[in-house]
């Protein structure tokens, strides 16, 4: 939400139709006293230049990271508008980089209620003129809108022309027609509509419709197996879109083989890309898989599947043979070890429009790492298994091979034989990472689904499952001491940060307490506190353990809590040794946490400057970092609907920009909608009747808090969990070759190409894997 401080004239928009700009003055051709009419200062301003055509533009110029240029110009809708905007523009720069370089809306609904910050950024660095497009709805009729042209925290120099502001046209976009993909008379046509509506794609052989598909919303497909002679066909697209009525009609000739094929598809995938239940294989597919890994790591492929329509394959079983080092004898050789899950997947009925993943569309997306005996794929769809191999350490380094093989029952019986390839580095990762982690696991999910009290057993099975993902089985909102016996067993595992207590009002039979109003905060509460901690901390100190001990409190609060945290805060210092976490709103400034008495201070990431964070740590503090509902593009997150990359990718940003922890509020908080049982693999499917989405107002907010799933047997994992861990493992590498080469500037230059920036990184998962294998093979030299 922006607080302009100026007067701003409203442009009032009635009916409004497709094609017309909304904006008034879009190429800032009418000007009086340097401001382009209709356009308002946001902050600092802008200044008035040479544009692209010869005309007008806007240019903003500064050299402070912590100041903001830009215009704005508000709209009001009247009646309330209900449709889908189209926002685009046209920018080129020189030298500019900072998080908010683009084109950026603020709505206000009808009846109360707004949609911020839907933006898109443009390129940093410089380039010449460049154009960005992206389509944002809101779930309620949009009264007023401010259309902000934005050069917030950035430095350079950028200019902007020819912004654009209409409804979202209906049209069809990211369409792919595949004919013979399984051998034989086979058509699969996928695409994406702008808008939702009602839609229907017919095959048709020398006029005559073969086989069609009908659907409603934004996502198109049809898999069709004419089993036929082959030949010419038509596939005709007809859609009419749900909110003014606009129709869509055409044609596409396509030419099949003949036969009935083989009824069925493969190839393999990185473990950063999802595989969408229609996803289709790439032009040039793989099919084998390479991997690379030190002692102590974990790594991961998949092997998709797709079965022709009507060609389901059933009970398909999974055989993983040895995988054997080059050059030595089987018996002599430690066997790798490699698990496989089936991918399964969460209903998401809305999705927050990424623009990375232009066309993506509700639906079942895929998520949750399910462990069975075999599986089954449904004729047209495309069924994911994941393939994890470890390394346990000491493992000899060079490279290891062998085959997995899934044995297809459904046409033809055959077998699907994948080679795969291995590489061991010649070093091991350490047990206990560097980086300290704050996720919390809370005991109040797990007995809602469990029952209460939580037997040791179930609560160290989630530990365990935790800490073989190389993070800590933490709780930032607990109310009571984690158990010493349980820390103690942790200890050793790789534990390396807790929290003692969140000092709120006990929890009692809620799930969760996230923070307690002022008043709570009494001279009683505090006696009492002090009651129980006193025990508490001098059995810690005694066992060892206060070393890795922190206390967290104050989430998210602002200036009015600004003495009870001193208070408290003080009162943990002084009196227990103790350091302090909070995510409280305040400064990243020395001064202000030692007046507060904080001692590890967490911004949201994209709240988090490296400069600030380097001048904390000078003085012998911490600077720590955190997502959750945001933040989101430019910015990397682990949500279910982002791209998956960004959950790996986050971790090599977090050594670059020198993070001393990461903390996430929930990895199971499963009080959503239909998560009031116990996942059983074997006989609930692949389709999860469990919930990802927030719901309410927050629909579009898919997996926050959720990263576990609950499984009859204990934890269940998810992509992106996985990935999670692959980018704690590389955090590592980045650790060993500071260590080797004496130089931390020198692993922060390696995070190049990966990521430079909060917001500059790269989301193609080669990219990732050649890096951290130049990284690896320094560490060998190194390690000679």
Request: charged content about 25%.
């Amino acid at each position: 939400m922006w607080l302009i401080g100026l007067l701003i004239a409203p442009v009032v928009q009635a009916a409004p139709q497709r094609g017309e700009n909304l904006l008034s003055n879009p190429g800032f051709e009418v000007a009086a006293a340097a401001t382009a009419a209709g356009w308002s200062p946001a902050a600092n301003g802008y200044v008035l230049a040479a544009g692209r055509g010869g005309g007008a533009a806007m240019r903003c110029d500064s050299d402070r990271s912590n100041e903001t240029w830009g215009a704005v110009q508000e709209l009001v809708f009247d009646p309330p508008l209900t449709h889908p905007l189209k926002v685009s523009g046209w920018s080129r720069s020189e030298d500019a980089f900072g998080p908010d370089y683009c084109l950026y809306m603020d709505c206000w609904l009808e009846g109360g209620g707004n949609l911020w910050g839907q933006r898109m950024n443009f390129d940093e660095g410089t380039h010449d003129w460049q154009k960005i497009e992206y389509v944002f709805s809101a779930e309620k009729p949009i009264a007023k809108l401010q259309y902000f042209i934005l050069f917030r925290g950035c430095t350079g120099k950028a200019w902007f022309d020819d912004v654009r502001l209409e409804l979202a046209p209906f049209e069809v976009s990211h369409e792919r027609l595949t004919p013979s993909l399984y051998g034989g008379d086979s058509i699969d046509y996928s695409a994406t509509l702008s808008l939702p509506g009602k839609w229907a794609v017919s095959v048709k052989r020398d006029g005559r419709e073969v086989g069609s598909a009908r659907g409603q919303g934004r996502a198109i497909s049809l898999s069709w197996a004419g089993r036929g002679p082959g030949g010419e066909c038509e596939v005709r697209v007809e859609a009419n879109d749900d909110l003014l009525g606009e129709t869509l009609s055409y044609g596409r000739a396509v030419t099949t083989k003949p036969g009935p094929g083989d009824g069925y598809v493969w190839w393999t995938e990185s473990s950063m890309d999802r595989v969408l239940e229609g996803a289709l294989p790439p032009a040039k597919p793989e099919r084998s898989a390479r991997l690379a890994l030190a002692g102590n790591e974990y790594e991961s492929f998949q092997v998709a599947i797709r079965a022709a329509p009507g060609e389901g394959l059933d009970d398909c079983p999974v055989e993983v043979g040895d995988l054997v080092r080059e050059g030595g004898r089987r018996a002599e050789n430690p066997v790798l070890r490699v698990d496989w899950h089936q991918v399964g997947f969460v209903e998401c009925t809305d999705l927050w429009k990424h623009p990375k993943l232009p066309d993506a569309a509700p639906g079942w997306w895929p998520d949750p790492l399910l462990p069975v005996q075999d599986f089954d794929v449904p004729g047209g769809t495309t069924q994911s298994l994941w393939f994890t191999v470890y390394a346990p350490p000491g493992t000899p380094a060079g490279e290891y091979r062998g085959t997995v093989r899934v044995r297809t029952n459904g046409t033809g019986r055959r077998v699907i034989e994948v080679p795969l390839k291995v590489r061991v580095y010649g070093f091991d990762l350490p047990v206990q990472s560097h980086l300290k982690t704050a996720f919390a696991l809370m005991d109040g999910y797990l007995e809602q689904l469990y029952g209460k009290p939580l037997t040791p057993e179930l609560r160290r099975k989630y530990g365990d499952y935790v800490l073989q993902h190389r993070l800590n089985p933490d709780d930032i909102s607990r109310t009571d001491p984690p158990d010493l016996d349980d820390l103690a067993y942790y200890d050793g595992r790789g534990l390396n940060a807790f929290n003692v207590l969140n000092m709120v009002e006990p929890r009692g039979e809620r799930t969760w307490v996230c923070w307690s109003p002022l008043e709570v905060y009494t001279a009683r509460f505090k006696e009492d506190l002090i009651q129980r901690l006193d025990p508490y901390v001098a059995e810690l100190k005694r066992r060892g353990l206060a070393d890795k001990a922190y206390v967290y409190t104050f989430d998210e609060r602002g200036e009015d809590f600004y003495p009870t945290i001193r208070e408290y805060f003080g009162l943990i210092r002084e009196r227990y040794g103790i350091p302090t976490l909070t995510t409280a709103y305040l400064k990243q400034d020395p001064r202000v946490m030692r007046d507060l008495n904080v001692d590890w201070n967490c911004p949201l990431s994209s709240v988090y400057r490296y400069e600030e964070a380097a001048k904390c740590r000078a003085e012998g503090l911490q600077t720590w970092a955190y997502v959750c509902l945001g933040p989101r593009h430019p910015y990397a997150n682990w949500l279910a609907d982002d791209p998956l990359i960004e959950a790996r990718v986050i971790w090599w940003q977090a050594y670059h920009q020198q993070m001393d922890g990461f903390l996430y509020w929930g990895l199971n908080i499963w009080g959503r909608a239909n998560n009031d049982y116990l996942i059983d693999p074997e006989t609930d499917g692949p389709r999860l009747r469990w919930s990802i989405s927030t719901g309410g107002d927050y629909a579009w907010l898919q997996g926050d808090g959720e990263l576990l799933y609950a499984g009859k047997d204990g934890p269940i994992g998810c992509i992106r969990l996985a990935n999670i861990r692959d980018g704690l493992e590389d955090y590592e590498y980045l650790w060993k070759l500071a260590e080797l080469e004496g130089s931390v500037e020198s692993a922060r230059a390696a995070c190049l190409p990966v990521t430079t920036s909060m917001v500059q990184f790269t989301r193609d998962a080669q990219t990732v894997s050649k890096q951290r294998d130049r990284i690896a093979r320094r560490i060998e030299r190194l390690g000679r």
